[in-house]
């Protein structure tokens, strides 16, 4: 069974740039559609980007679009989520998911009832 590990979560200053890190383990990150979703207090998760099977697509939700980048490194098995010129909005946990159901091969995985498995979550705070 695939298990998904976050790190790099932290507290930084509106303007900086962070670095997530989603290690997978029990499956491969190529084998499964990933994204990253994030819940902020009080409110519902969110999608924030996802990966294809393929690794050749990306989608970002709009509020992170031009500023977060998703990425993957099939050697490491590990999915990334670059966050550059945060905002006090994208304080929030957030969550590495995949799916691991069969899914085609360039396939992008917006709704969060799709994925069948998250991580733990790491929190990232953004102070003004």
């Known amino acids: 069974q695939v298990q998904l590990v976050e790190s790099g979560g932290g507290l930084v200053q509106s303007g900086d740039s962070l670095s997530l890190s989603c290690a997978a383990s029990?499956?491969?990150?190529?084998?499964?559609?990933m994204g990253w979703v994030r819940q902020a207090p009080g409110k519902e998760r969110e999608f924030v980007a996802g990966i294809s099977r393929s690794g050749g697509s990306t989608y970002y939700g709009n509020s992170v679009k031009g500023r977060f980048t998703i990425s993957r490194d099939t050697a490491k098995n590990t999915v990334y989520l670059q966050m550059n010129s945060l905002k006090p909005e994208d304080t929030a946990v957030y969550y590495c998911?995949?799916?691991?159901?069969?899914?085609?091969?360039?396939?992008?995985?917006?709704?969060?009832?799709?994925?069948?498995?998250w991580g733990q979550g790491t929190q990232v705070t953004v102070s003004s």
């Open positions: 998911a995949a799916r691991t159901r069969q899914t085609s091969w360039g396939i992008i995985i917006v709704s969060l009832n799709e994925y069948d498995t």
């Open positions: 029990g499956g491969t990150v190529s084998s499964y559609a």
